[in-house]
Protein backbone atom coordinates (compact mmCIF):
# COMPACT_ATOMS: atom_id res chain seq x y z
CA UNK A 1 0.00 0.00 0.00
CA UNK A 2 1.41 3.49 -1.19
CA UNK A 3 1.48 6.47 1.33
CA UNK A 4 -0.48 8.36 -0.36
CA UNK A 5 -3.68 7.96 -2.60
CA UNK A 6 -3.22 11.06 -5.21
CA UNK A 7 0.05 12.96 -5.91
CA UNK A 8 -0.82 16.03 -7.11
CA UNK A 9 2.07 18.04 -9.48
CA UNK A 10 1.29 21.61 -9.15
CA UNK A 11 -0.82 23.88 -7.04
CA UNK A 12 -2.36 26.12 -9.23
CA UNK A 13 -6.56 26.18 -9.59
CA UNK A 14 -6.37 22.77 -11.16
CA UNK A 15 -4.40 21.41 -8.67
CA UNK A 16 -5.58 22.59 -6.21
CA UNK A 17 -9.36 22.24 -6.68
CA UNK A 18 -8.44 18.46 -7.69
CA UNK A 19 -6.55 18.20 -3.80
CA UNK A 20 -9.17 20.04 -2.18
CA UNK A 21 -11.95 17.21 -3.75
CA UNK A 22 -10.19 14.04 -3.33
CA UNK A 23 -9.41 15.17 0.18
CA UNK A 24 -12.64 15.96 0.88
CA UNK A 25 -13.79 12.10 0.04
CA UNK A 26 -11.51 10.86 1.90
CA UNK A 27 -8.39 10.45 -0.04
CA UNK A 28 -4.84 10.98 0.86
CA UNK A 29 -3.07 13.59 -1.21
CA UNK A 30 0.09 15.37 -1.77
CA UNK A 31 1.03 18.57 -3.74
CA UNK A 32 4.40 19.27 -4.89
CA UNK A 33 5.24 22.65 -6.71
CA UNK A 34 8.52 23.46 -7.84
CA UNK A 35 7.71 27.13 -7.06
CA UNK A 36 8.59 28.70 -3.80
CA UNK A 37 4.74 29.56 -3.56
CA UNK A 38 1.46 27.92 -3.91
CA UNK A 39 -1.44 28.99 -6.62
CA UNK A 40 0.62 29.00 -9.75
CA UNK A 41 -0.51 32.09 -11.41
CA UNK A 42 -2.87 33.02 -10.01
CA UNK A 43 -0.74 34.49 -6.91
CA UNK A 44 -0.87 37.52 -5.33
CA UNK A 45 1.91 39.50 -3.80
CA UNK A 46 1.06 42.25 -1.19
CA UNK A 47 2.76 45.46 -2.15
CA UNK A 48 1.89 48.47 -0.14
CA UNK A 49 -0.99 47.19 0.97
CA UNK A 50 -2.13 46.47 -2.41
CA UNK A 51 -2.91 42.68 -3.61
CA UNK A 52 -0.31 42.17 -6.49
CA UNK A 53 -1.21 39.22 -9.11
CA UNK A 54 2.58 38.31 -9.97
CA UNK A 55 1.51 36.43 -13.35
CA UNK A 56 -0.76 38.87 -14.75
CA UNK A 57 -4.23 40.59 -14.57
CA UNK A 58 -6.81 37.66 -12.85
CA UNK A 59 -10.40 38.48 -13.43
CA UNK A 60 -12.77 35.49 -12.74
CA UNK A 61 -16.21 35.51 -14.65
CA UNK A 62 -18.32 32.71 -15.07
CA UNK A 63 -21.92 32.24 -16.20
CA UNK A 64 -22.39 28.83 -13.82
CA UNK A 65 -24.17 30.01 -10.79
CA UNK A 66 -22.40 26.58 -8.94
CA UNK A 67 -19.09 27.78 -9.82
CA UNK A 68 -19.46 30.84 -8.58
CA UNK A 69 -21.10 29.43 -5.30
CA UNK A 70 -18.32 27.25 -5.15
CA UNK A 71 -15.60 29.75 -5.30
CA UNK A 72 -17.28 32.21 -3.56
CA UNK A 73 -17.52 29.81 -0.48
CA UNK A 74 -13.50 29.76 0.42
CA UNK A 75 -13.62 33.45 -0.13
CA UNK A 76 -15.82 36.61 -0.94
CA UNK A 77 -15.56 37.88 -4.00
CA UNK A 78 -16.31 41.90 -5.03
CA UNK A 79 -17.97 43.08 -7.66
CA UNK A 80 -15.10 44.76 -9.77
CA UNK A 81 -16.07 44.76 -13.37
CA UNK A 82 -13.58 44.55 -16.25
CA UNK A 83 -13.68 47.87 -18.04
CA UNK A 84 -10.43 48.28 -20.17
CA UNK A 85 -9.30 51.33 -22.01
CA UNK A 86 -7.45 51.01 -24.84
CA UNK A 87 -3.77 53.54 -25.98
CA UNK A 88 -3.64 54.12 -29.67
CA UNK A 89 -0.45 57.38 -29.65
CA UNK A 90 -2.58 60.16 -28.01
CA UNK A 91 -6.03 58.50 -28.62
CA UNK A 92 -8.00 56.66 -25.89
CA UNK A 93 -10.92 53.98 -26.86
CA UNK A 94 -13.03 52.16 -24.81
CA UNK A 95 -13.16 48.21 -24.71
CA UNK A 96 -14.52 45.62 -25.65
CA UNK A 97 -15.82 47.12 -29.13
CA UNK A 98 -18.93 48.80 -28.07
CA UNK A 99 -21.38 52.13 -29.20
CA UNK A 100 -18.78 53.78 -26.93
CA UNK A 101 -15.85 52.97 -28.95
CA UNK A 102 -17.91 53.89 -32.01
CA UNK A 103 -18.82 56.86 -30.83
CA UNK A 104 -14.76 57.67 -30.13
CA UNK A 105 -13.77 56.77 -33.94
CA UNK A 106 -16.50 57.86 -35.85
CA UNK A 107 -18.52 60.05 -33.82
CA UNK A 108 -22.11 58.23 -34.05
CA UNK A 109 -24.33 57.18 -31.20
CA UNK A 110 -26.92 54.51 -33.24
CA UNK A 111 -26.09 50.85 -33.89
CA UNK A 112 -27.27 51.23 -37.64
CA UNK A 113 -24.86 53.89 -38.10
CA UNK A 114 -21.81 51.80 -36.75
CA UNK A 115 -22.91 48.65 -38.47
CA UNK A 116 -23.07 50.80 -41.98
CA UNK A 117 -19.50 51.94 -41.45
CA UNK A 118 -18.10 48.43 -40.29
CA UNK A 119 -19.82 46.61 -43.57
CA UNK A 120 -18.62 49.27 -46.24
CA UNK A 121 -15.46 48.51 -44.65
CA UNK A 122 -15.16 44.91 -44.80
CA UNK A 123 -16.81 45.67 -48.76
CA UNK A 124 -13.76 47.31 -49.38
CA UNK A 125 -11.42 44.99 -47.64
CA UNK A 126 -12.95 42.08 -49.84
CA UNK A 127 -13.44 39.93 -47.63
CA UNK A 128 -16.35 37.19 -47.31
CA UNK A 129 -15.42 34.44 -45.95
CA UNK A 130 -12.36 35.51 -42.92
CA UNK A 131 -9.19 33.07 -43.47
CA UNK A 132 -7.24 34.31 -40.65
CA UNK A 133 -7.35 36.38 -37.57
CA UNK A 134 -7.12 39.65 -39.68
CA UNK A 135 -10.01 39.02 -42.10
CA UNK A 136 -11.84 38.31 -38.77
CA UNK A 137 -10.91 41.18 -36.47
CA UNK A 138 -11.84 43.33 -39.69
CA UNK A 139 -15.06 41.50 -40.41
CA UNK A 140 -16.00 42.60 -37.37
CA UNK A 141 -14.85 45.80 -36.43
CA UNK A 142 -13.77 47.16 -40.11
CA UNK A 143 -10.33 48.50 -41.32
CA UNK A 144 -10.13 51.53 -38.86
CA UNK A 145 -10.77 49.76 -36.05
CA UNK A 146 -8.53 46.78 -36.80
CA UNK A 147 -5.67 48.70 -37.77
CA UNK A 148 -5.47 51.17 -34.55
CA UNK A 149 -6.62 48.69 -31.56
CA UNK A 150 -6.25 45.30 -32.64
CA UNK A 151 -3.32 45.00 -35.44
CA UNK A 152 -0.42 46.47 -33.09
CA UNK A 153 -1.86 44.52 -30.11
CA UNK A 154 -2.13 41.36 -31.58
CA UNK A 155 1.26 41.32 -33.58
CA UNK A 156 3.13 42.31 -30.05
CA UNK A 157 1.08 39.58 -28.15
CA UNK A 158 1.51 36.79 -30.94
CA UNK A 159 5.12 37.71 -32.15
CA UNK A 160 4.10 37.30 -35.77
CA UNK A 161 1.51 38.84 -38.61
CA UNK A 162 -1.64 39.18 -37.54
CA UNK A 163 -3.06 37.49 -40.80
CA UNK A 164 -0.57 34.74 -39.93
CA UNK A 165 -2.50 33.88 -37.24
CA UNK A 166 -6.23 31.94 -36.48
CA UNK A 167 -9.47 33.43 -36.62
CA UNK A 168 -10.25 31.40 -33.37
CA UNK A 169 -8.31 34.32 -31.55
CA UNK A 170 -9.94 37.18 -32.17
CA UNK A 171 -13.34 35.72 -30.90
CA UNK A 172 -12.93 35.78 -27.31
CA UNK A 173 -13.50 39.65 -27.93
CA UNK A 174 -16.87 40.51 -27.47
CA UNK A 175 -18.30 43.37 -30.08
CA UNK A 176 -21.39 45.17 -29.02
CA UNK A 177 -23.93 47.46 -30.52
CA UNK A 178 -25.03 49.25 -26.91
CA UNK A 179 -23.04 51.24 -24.83
CA UNK A 180 -21.68 48.63 -22.46
CA UNK A 181 -18.07 48.58 -21.60
CA UNK A 182 -18.10 45.21 -19.55
CA UNK A 183 -15.47 43.39 -20.98
CA UNK A 184 -17.30 39.94 -20.71
CA UNK A 185 -20.74 38.68 -21.28
CA UNK A 186 -20.87 36.34 -17.95
CA UNK A 187 -23.48 36.84 -15.56
CA UNK A 188 -20.71 36.61 -12.23
CA UNK A 189 -17.61 38.73 -12.52
CA UNK A 190 -15.29 39.63 -9.52
CA UNK A 191 -12.24 39.46 -7.47
CA UNK A 192 -11.47 37.69 -4.13
CA UNK A 193 -11.29 39.95 -1.56
CA UNK A 194 -7.91 40.17 -0.08
CA UNK A 195 -6.51 38.62 -3.05
CA UNK A 196 -6.15 35.09 -5.06
CA UNK A 197 -3.92 33.83 -2.17
CA UNK A 198 -7.11 33.68 0.47
CA UNK A 199 -8.89 31.22 -2.40
CA UNK A 200 -5.99 28.75 -2.83
CA UNK A 201 -5.39 29.20 0.94
CA UNK A 202 -9.12 27.83 1.39
CA UNK A 203 -8.85 24.67 -1.24
CA UNK A 204 -5.18 23.79 0.39
CA UNK A 205 -6.14 23.71 3.72
CA UNK A 206 -6.06 20.66 4.63
CA UNK A 207 -3.75 19.35 1.91
CA UNK A 208 -0.11 18.75 2.60
CA UNK A 209 1.71 20.70 0.27
CA UNK A 210 5.56 20.77 -0.18
CA UNK A 211 6.83 24.21 -2.23
CA UNK A 212 10.22 24.46 -3.92
CA UNK A 213 9.92 20.52 -5.69
CA UNK A 214 10.73 19.79 -9.18
CA UNK A 215 8.74 16.52 -10.00
CA UNK A 216 10.89 16.15 -12.81
CA UNK A 217 14.08 15.61 -11.34
CA UNK A 218 13.27 12.26 -9.31
CA UNK A 219 9.81 11.63 -11.14
CA UNK A 220 10.14 7.37 -10.26
CA UNK A 221 10.89 8.13 -6.67
CA UNK A 222 7.88 10.90 -5.97
CA UNK A 223 5.82 8.61 -8.52
CA UNK A 224 6.25 5.39 -5.71
CA UNK A 225 4.82 7.42 -3.64
CA UNK A 226 1.34 7.72 -4.59
CA UNK A 227 -1.00 5.06 -6.42
CA UNK A 228 -1.72 7.90 -9.33
CA UNK A 229 -0.33 11.01 -10.27
CA UNK A 230 -2.22 14.63 -11.68
CA UNK A 231 -0.01 15.82 -13.50
CA UNK A 232 -0.30 20.15 -14.59
CA UNK A 233 2.59 20.60 -16.21
CA UNK A 234 3.73 20.23 -19.86
CA UNK A 235 3.30 17.31 -21.47
CA UNK A 236 6.21 17.28 -23.95
CA UNK A 237 8.57 17.83 -20.74
CA UNK A 238 7.08 15.25 -19.15
CA UNK A 239 7.67 12.98 -22.21
CA UNK A 240 11.52 14.70 -22.46
CA UNK A 241 10.37 16.46 -25.84
CA UNK A 242 11.31 12.93 -27.76
CA UNK A 243 8.33 13.89 -30.29
CA UNK A 244 9.65 17.57 -30.57
CA UNK A 245 8.91 20.81 -28.17
CA UNK A 246 5.46 22.74 -28.38
CA UNK A 247 5.37 26.30 -29.04
CA UNK A 248 3.91 29.19 -26.48
CA UNK A 249 4.42 32.69 -26.18
CA UNK A 250 5.76 34.29 -22.41
CA UNK A 251 5.71 37.99 -21.12
CA UNK A 252 8.16 39.90 -18.89
CA UNK A 253 6.51 41.35 -16.16
CA UNK A 254 7.92 45.06 -14.46
CA UNK A 255 6.25 45.60 -11.79
CA UNK A 256 6.80 49.12 -10.20
CA UNK A 257 6.16 50.96 -6.91
CA UNK A 258 4.68 54.76 -7.67
CA UNK A 259 4.63 57.28 -5.12
CA UNK A 260 0.93 58.65 -6.17
CA UNK A 261 -2.33 57.31 -5.17
CA UNK A 262 -3.41 56.93 -8.62
CA UNK A 263 -1.46 56.34 -12.35
CA UNK A 264 -4.02 56.01 -14.66
CA UNK A 265 -7.69 55.72 -13.18
CA UNK A 266 -8.17 51.77 -14.18
CA UNK A 267 -6.87 48.44 -13.65
CA UNK A 268 -6.42 47.64 -17.42
CA UNK A 269 -5.08 49.53 -19.94
CA UNK A 270 -4.05 48.36 -23.33
CA UNK A 271 -1.45 49.97 -25.32
CA UNK A 272 -1.95 48.79 -29.02
CA UNK A 273 0.35 51.10 -31.55
CA UNK A 274 3.02 48.37 -32.32
CA UNK A 275 6.08 50.41 -31.80
CA UNK A 276 5.04 50.61 -27.85
CA UNK A 277 7.09 47.46 -26.60
CA UNK A 278 4.38 46.78 -23.57
CA UNK A 279 1.04 45.61 -24.57
CA UNK A 280 -1.07 46.81 -21.61
CA UNK A 281 0.06 48.49 -18.42
CA UNK A 282 -2.28 47.09 -14.77
CA UNK A 283 -2.62 49.43 -11.63
CA UNK A 284 -3.45 46.50 -9.13
CA UNK A 285 -5.32 48.54 -6.22
CA UNK A 286 -8.21 49.40 -9.16
CA UNK A 287 -8.93 45.49 -8.67
CA UNK A 288 -10.29 46.03 -5.03
CA UNK A 289 -10.93 49.57 -5.02
CA UNK A 290 -7.99 50.66 -2.90
CA UNK A 291 -6.96 53.58 -1.69
CA UNK A 292 -3.85 53.27 -0.45
CA UNK A 293 -1.64 56.24 -0.55
CA UNK A 294 0.83 54.46 -3.23
CA UNK A 295 0.31 52.51 -6.46
CA UNK A 296 1.82 49.45 -8.20
CA UNK A 297 2.14 49.11 -11.53
CA UNK A 298 2.82 46.55 -14.09
CA UNK A 299 4.08 46.65 -17.31
CA UNK A 300 3.66 43.53 -19.80
CA UNK A 301 6.03 42.85 -22.30
CA UNK A 302 4.85 39.72 -24.54
CA UNK A 303 8.65 37.42 -25.30
CA UNK A 304 9.78 34.89 -27.09
CA UNK A 305 9.26 31.22 -25.28
CA UNK A 306 12.23 29.03 -24.41
CA UNK A 307 12.32 26.40 -22.16
CA UNK A 308 13.51 28.06 -19.27
CA UNK A 309 10.67 30.70 -19.56
CA UNK A 310 7.42 30.40 -17.92
CA UNK A 311 4.85 29.42 -20.94
CA UNK A 312 1.86 31.68 -20.67
CA UNK A 313 0.05 31.38 -24.21
CA UNK A 314 0.21 28.07 -26.21
CA UNK A 315 0.26 28.80 -29.53
CA UNK A 316 -2.57 26.43 -31.25
CA UNK A 317 -1.87 26.47 -34.37
CA UNK A 318 -2.53 23.13 -36.68
CA UNK A 319 1.17 21.99 -36.02
CA UNK A 320 1.20 22.23 -32.62
CA UNK A 321 -1.98 20.86 -32.09
CA UNK A 322 -0.89 18.04 -34.04
CA UNK A 323 2.09 17.49 -31.86
CA UNK A 324 -0.03 17.78 -28.62
CA UNK A 325 -2.18 15.22 -29.66
CA UNK A 326 0.67 12.32 -30.18
CA UNK A 327 1.83 13.31 -26.33
CA UNK A 328 -1.59 13.06 -25.03
CA UNK A 329 -1.44 9.48 -26.57
CA UNK A 330 1.45 8.93 -24.86
CA UNK A 331 -0.37 10.32 -21.73
CA UNK A 332 -3.24 7.71 -22.06
CA UNK A 333 -0.84 4.54 -22.42
CA UNK A 334 0.04 5.63 -18.57
CA UNK A 335 -3.01 3.81 -16.56
CA UNK A 336 -2.04 5.92 -13.22
CA UNK A 337 -1.49 9.26 -14.92
CA UNK A 338 -4.32 11.93 -14.71
CA UNK A 339 -3.40 15.38 -17.06
CA UNK A 340 -5.04 18.52 -16.27
CA UNK A 341 -4.65 21.92 -16.42
CA UNK A 342 -3.57 24.94 -18.81
CA UNK A 343 0.02 23.28 -19.38
CA UNK A 344 -1.32 19.88 -19.48
CA UNK A 345 -3.85 20.24 -21.84
CA UNK A 346 -2.53 23.15 -23.84
CA UNK A 347 -5.65 24.96 -23.85
CA UNK A 348 -6.13 28.86 -23.19
CA UNK A 349 -8.44 28.14 -19.99
CA UNK A 350 -10.41 30.85 -18.60
CA UNK A 351 -9.68 29.99 -14.38
CA UNK A 352 -13.46 29.12 -14.89
CA UNK A 353 -12.82 26.48 -17.25
CA UNK A 354 -9.84 24.95 -15.26
CA UNK A 355 -12.26 25.15 -12.13
CA UNK A 356 -14.49 22.82 -14.32
CA UNK A 357 -11.90 20.73 -15.84
CA UNK A 358 -10.99 19.87 -12.63
CA UNK A 359 -14.13 19.33 -10.61
CA UNK A 360 -15.00 16.79 -13.99
CA UNK A 361 -12.06 15.08 -13.80
CA UNK A 362 -12.51 14.37 -9.66
CA UNK A 363 -16.20 13.09 -10.49
CA UNK A 364 -14.25 10.84 -12.68
CA UNK A 365 -11.93 9.62 -10.66
CA UNK A 366 -14.22 8.85 -7.54
CA UNK A 367 -17.16 6.72 -10.20
CA UNK A 368 -14.37 4.66 -10.96
CA UNK A 369 -13.52 3.64 -7.09
Given at each position: ??Q?????V?????????A??L?KA??????????S????NVY????????V???G???????DK?????V??????????????????D?????P?????F??????E?P?????I??Q???M?G??????????????????LY???????T????????????A??????????????????D??????????????????????????I?????ED?????A????Y????????K??LG???Y??I?F?H?????DNF??????????VN??Y??????????F??????????EY??????K???????????????YSK???????????I???RL????????????A?????????????
Open positions: MKYDYLIGSGLFGAVFHETGKKCLVIDKRHSGGCKKIEGIQHQYAHIFHTSGLWDYNSFVEFNDFINSPLAKYKETYHLFNMHTKEMWGVKEEAKAIEQVIAITTPKNLEEKAISMVGTEEKLIRGYEKQWGTKANLLPSIITRIPVRFEFNNNYFNLYQGIPKGGYNKLIEGLLKDVEIKLNDYLINDWNELDKVVTGRLDELFYEVLARSRDQILDKQNNAVVNYTDVPTRILEHKHFEGTQEKTVVTYPTNWNKAEPYYPINDETNNLLYKALANLRPNLIGGAEYKYYDMHQVISALSKVKKCLAQV
